[in-house]
């Protein structure tokens, strides 16, 4: 019998917009604010994935720099893009609100905007739902959070003037909320007329509405200072690492070359597989599919598929590396021995070890090749083959993407 929710009406259709255009100099970095990298991925990354698969959301559009758009158009701007959840990026404007007005004009069709600051990476899923909830019933809303210290008013020379009741004051944060025809109307009058409001919630409180402050948490925090960012780093970062290993054998025969670790080695013996064979790439894709729960390298590419005979391990380890990416996975760290009788592989660990970091895309303190011989013991030892050992620590979150 199928169940039913009789309690439940589905979710208004709403966009997300969010801006991340500004330079956020106070920060201090070297990168645009939004590009500033936590647990591995930009803060606009962090701050859109609070609303990807939100019942209800149509669009969710992200609002950058003009000179940040190629990085995002990019392939690998794209993925880090649809790993968020964003299906549309614009460029800003020179302030705040001019950048909002591109976005909102970007949104699709859609009863609600959310407009959200991508310096505010830790918004809470539920604090969203409920703003979501009030704009049911109002014009607009936004998430607030109550004043934790007794509030001075003070003169210039800090004379204090007057202690304000905190009971009735409030933080503004966001997201903040409105119905997308009256966003619209208003920044486009806003802008027409030369004002500026610093929230969309003031903005509505100029046209005469009352939006409605939603009850929000500290832990919403604006990155705006350095000492905010080592706070967001270390509520980020909090994630374990995966750990990973893998092991190949194969056959050698005579005839080179022989193919390691996405190169080809001059050599008077090649691997036997059904595809090139390189047993390196084959370890290392078996311990990254088993970091991530995903099987090992036989369930992905069995040798009884002919499409895979003769194929390159790279583009075997480019579609793990892909399905990696699509749980928001990613290799941190590499450990490899290769273990051969001939060829002697001292000239060529440098190499290989460079090839797996660029295949990667890992700094060289992350990824480590070693070869020792099999002492003459086993098919190793007698030179019939080639095995590799490799463990791997795979994080949470995907390599650094960030502007060129």
Do not use: Y
Request: glycine share 8%; with cysteine; proline share 6%.
């Amino acid at each position: 019998m199928e169940s039913t929710d009789l309690g439940k009406s589905p979710r208004d259709a709403f966009a997300v917009v969010l801006v991340a255009a500004g330079e956020g100099r106070r920060l201090g970095a070297d990168l645009r604010k939004a590009w500033v990298q936590v647990a591995g991925r930009p803060l606009w990354w962090h701050a859109a994935r609070a609303f990807a698969d939100l019942e209800g959301l149509s669009d969710l559009v992200l609002v950058a720099h003009a000179d940040d758009l190629p990085a995002l158009r990019s392939e690998s701007g794209a993925l880090l893009c649809a790993s968020a959840g964003v299906t549309a990026c614009v460029p800003g404007g020179a302030q705040r609100q001019d950048s909002v007005l591109e976005g909102v004009r970007a949104t699709g069709s859609c009863r609600h905007v959310l407009v959200h600051d991508a310096a505010r990476p830790l918004v809470r899923r539920e604090r969203v739902l409920s703003l979501l909830d009030a704009l049911a019933t109002h014009e607009g809303a936004f998430l607030a959070q109550k004043v934790p210290s007794t509030v001075k008013r003070v003169t210039a020379s800090g004379a204090v003037h007057e202690t304000l009741p905190r009971e009735e004051l409030r933080l503004a944060a966001t997201p903040q909320g409105a119905p997308r025809a009256l966003l619209l109307e208003l920044l486009e009058r806003a802008v027409a007329q030369h004002l500026a409001f610093t929230d969309e919630a003031a903005l509505l409180e100029w046209a005469g509405h009352a939006p409605l402050a939603v009850e929000d948490d500290a832990s919403n925090l604006k990155v705006t200072a350095p000492e905010d960012l080592l706070i967001v780093q270390a509520l980020l970062s909090r994630s374990l690492p995966r750990i990973g290993q893998g092991q190949d054998i194969h056959r050698l025969a005579e005839g080179g070359p022989l193919i390691l670790g996405g190169l080809e080695i001059p050599a008077d013996v090649h691997l036997v597989g059904h595809s090139d064979g390189d047993a390196l790439l084959h370890a290392v894709m078996d311990a990254l599919l088993g970091a991530a729960g995903l099987g090992d390298i036989g369930d992905h590419f069995p040798d009884t598929d002919p499409r895979l005979a003769g194929i390159s391990s790279k583009l075997l380890l480019e579609r793990v590396l892909s399905d990696l990416r699509d749980r928001n996975l990613a290799p941190h760290q590499v450990d490899c021995s290769v273990l051969l009788e001939r060829p002697k592989l001292g000239e060529w660990k440098a190499r290989m070890k460079a090839s797996l970091q660029e295949l990667l895309q890992l700094p060289a303190d992350r990824v480590c090749v070693k070869a020792r011989t099999g002492e003459g013991l086993g098919p190793v030892g007698r030179g019939e083959a080639l095995a590799v050992h490799c463990t791997v620590l795979v994080t949470e979150a995907g390599p650094p993407t960030a502007p060129a």
